[in-house]
């Protein structure tokens, strides 16, 4: 080895816990960066303010400007290799555009017009900067978040402490001046923001007369974030524009978002994004012809109810911007399509993402086999036998049974009660948005009051079930209710093993599937007896169905919300948190998980029965 070589190997194993010390400094620098330019956003945004505070505001602006610049600029002067491979392709594009807002600084405005004259407006507009800041800033805390796992924290205090976060954040925001038209107390607030984290729906305030179009748009957002889940959008932003991290962080995150793969982690994030923006635009556009001209609206404020209500009914929120919701007569003399429409929704919601992810492969798997076809003149007769998995027939088969028992209980039990006076074809739409909404979705078409006491009885069992496992919907998921019924069905067979659609369930899904099913109901029934201590004065029927909507995150309340105490109402926030992060998801993160044994005890029986 030469001289100048052993040189610079000494030189760098001397310089590097330095070089380090300062990425490591300049990276929490921009972390405080990250989170003073959202307060300075909210601050601006939420209040009316003064020329001096908005002049700090921007000041504010200016120097995270500065510190992003800084903290883009060293590490590749610092670090130059490890930070080229660290850079996705996304985050050069990013860092380019933000050099970009430097050439206002350099260089005058052009004299002459043209192409030359609206580039220098565009990187020289104080928007375009503010959009780079906060992509840059909400990176920046995702990265943050990601990190954390690398530390080895457990993934599902990592889940719950992210869900609190985005809570507290949304009940802050929702009490700015500007986002409400009266005001609203801290514990509405607080309310009303992980109902539409936690896709619930119950409110103790009407939504549409206390909030303006701000405080819409920020319910939105929180049910959008609620809907998918935190993890996946920091996810998402950690690992598509920041780089891949730790291995074990990936593996975290795997855990989390309850992947199989770790291969296929960031494209099945990717998918999960495209779905809901394909679908959730599809249902705005569907939904706005449904209502054009019909509710005296302006066009803009159409489309705004046409994106709330997507985005609300895809992630099976139950919440509405309209007043009175969808049983507005408004609603309800015009067409029945958008009854449909929204129920189509909340069934694509409610199914989960891996099944969509299915209908994907089995969408490409035709085409390509079309195209085959094509290109060899005969049709292609072979391919794979099992199209559609085990849990994709499953959760379709128990939907559909679902759906339809509860289509027809509905008009057997209401064709002369609550649908008396309609037409034929609006008891029957009517009917089917009963029996789709009540499991999770919770959007109120007819006043539940006016139900009998056997619909009302099926309103609760339909919460309690909920939708789909990894989907926008609550509930013990239909998937755990077919692996009980199917393990019920097995034993009263007398057979040793549970076997549906050519194939064998594992035991650990039936041992799951059990215990989430009686913890659930240990929990619903503790919560039962909590609420009626705290409100022994309310009937226990109409208590009972709001603690299963809460619980369960399906929002079909009876509207006893707002006559609830202040510690019934921390109580239900607390049940809807509960029943979006998962039971066993808690449990999960605060009992000391057991390693795998090698050795078994003698069996022995139980007398059961």
């Known amino acids: 080895m030469k001289v100048y ?6 030189q760098n194993k001397w310089l590097k816990p330095y070089i380090d010390k300062v990425l490591t400094i300049m990276q929490w620098i921009t972390y405080l960066c990250s989170v003073a330019l ?4 909210i601050f601006e945004k939420g209040f009316s303010i003064t020329a001096s505070e908005a002049l700090l505001v921007h000041r ?3 120097i995270v400007w500065i510190v992003f610049l800084i903290d883009i600029t060293l590490p590749f002067i610092l670090a130059y290799r490890s930070t080229k491979k660290s850079f996705r392709h996304i985050m050069w594009i990013l860092s ?7 050439i206002p600084v350099v260089f005058n405005q052009p004299d002459e017009g043209g192409a030359v004259l609206k580039f220098w407006l565009l990187t020289n507009h104080p928007l375009f900067r503010l959009t780079l800041l906060v992509l840059l800033s909400f990176m920046n805390l995702s990265y943050g978040l990601i990190k954390m796992l690398g530390s080895r924290t457990n993934p599902s205090h990592i889940l719950a402490g992210s869900f609190i976060v985005i809570i507290l954040i949304g009940s802050g925001l929702l009490m700015l001046p500007k986002c409400t038209v009266d005001g609203i107390s801290w514990v509405d607030s607080l309310f009303v923001a992980t109902s539409s984290v936690c896709v619930t729906g119950l409110s103790p305030v009407d939504i549409a007369t206390t909030f303006t179009s701000s405080g819409l748009t920020i319910i939105a957002i929180l049910i959008q974030i609620g809907g998918l889940g935190v993890m996946t959008f920091t996810s998402f932003f950690a690992l598509f524009f920041m780089g891949n991290t730790s291995l074990f962080s990936q593996i975290a995150v795997r855990n989390v978002m309850k992947n199989e793969s770790l291969n296929s982690l960031l494209s099945t994030i990717l998918y999960i994004l495209f779905f809901t923006l394909v679908i959730e635009g599809v249902g705005m556009f569907a939904i706005w012809t449904s209502i054009h001209d019909t509710l005296n609206l302006s066009i803009e404020e159409e489309l705004a109810f046409s994106a709330f209500h997507s985005i609300s009914a895809f992630c099976n929120a139950g919440i509405s911007s309209f007043p009175e919701g969808l049983a507005n007569p408004l609603i309800q003399n015009g067409s029945n399509s958008i009854f ?10 409610g199914i989960g993402f891996p099944i969509l992810v299915n209908f994907k492969d089995i969408f490409f798997f035709h085409i390509k086999r079309f195209v085959l076809s094509i290109k060899t003149r005969r049709w292609q007769q072979k391919g794979r036998r099992h199209l559609y998995n085990l849990n994709t027939r499953i959760v379709l088969i128990t939907t559909f049974i679902l759906v339809l028992s509860g289509f027809i209980l509905v008009l057997l039990f209401e064709w002369n009660n609550a649908l008396e006076g309609m037409r034929i074809g609006d008891k029957l739409t009517h009917a089917f948005f009963t029996s789709v909404t009540p499991r999770s979705a919770g959007f109120s078409n007819i006043d539940i009051s006016s139900f009998r006491i056997q619909t009302l009885m099926l309103f609760v069992l339909y919460m309690w079930i909920g939708g789909a496992s990894q989907s926008t919907a609550g509930g013990v998921k239909v998937n755990t209710i077919a692996v009980v019924f199917l393990n019920i069905k097995s034993v009263i067979k007398g057979s040793d093993r549970i076997e549906v659609l050519g194939r064998e369930l594992s035991y650990e899904s039936i041992r799951r599937s059990n215990a989430a099913v009686v913890i659930s109901l240990i929990t619903l029934f503790v919560s039962l007896l909590i609420m009626t201590f705290l409100e022994p004065s309310l009937p226990f029927s109409e208590i009972a169905i709001e603690c299963v909507a809460a619980l369960s995150t399906a ?3 009876t509207g006893i919300t707002e006559h609830f105490s202040v510690g019934s109402r921390l109580f239900i926030t ?10 066993m998801t808690l449990m999960f993160g605060f009992v000391r998980q057991r390693s795998k044994r090698k050795y ?4 022995d029986h139980i007398i059961i029965n």
Request: proline share 2%; hydrophobic share 55%.
């Open 5 to 10: 070589h052993k040189f610079l190997l000494y």
């Open 555 to 557: 929002g079909s309340g």
């Open 600 to 603: 078994h005890y003698p069996s």
């Open 38 to 41: 959202f307060i300075a956003l």
């Open 574 to 583: 607390l049940l809807m948190f509960v029943g979006r992060v998962g039971i």
């Open 340 to 349: 449909i429409y929204i129920a189509c929704l909340v069934l694509l919601g």
């Open 96 to 102: 380019l555009l933000l050099y970009l807002t430097l």
């Open 60 to 62: 504010v602006y200016k």
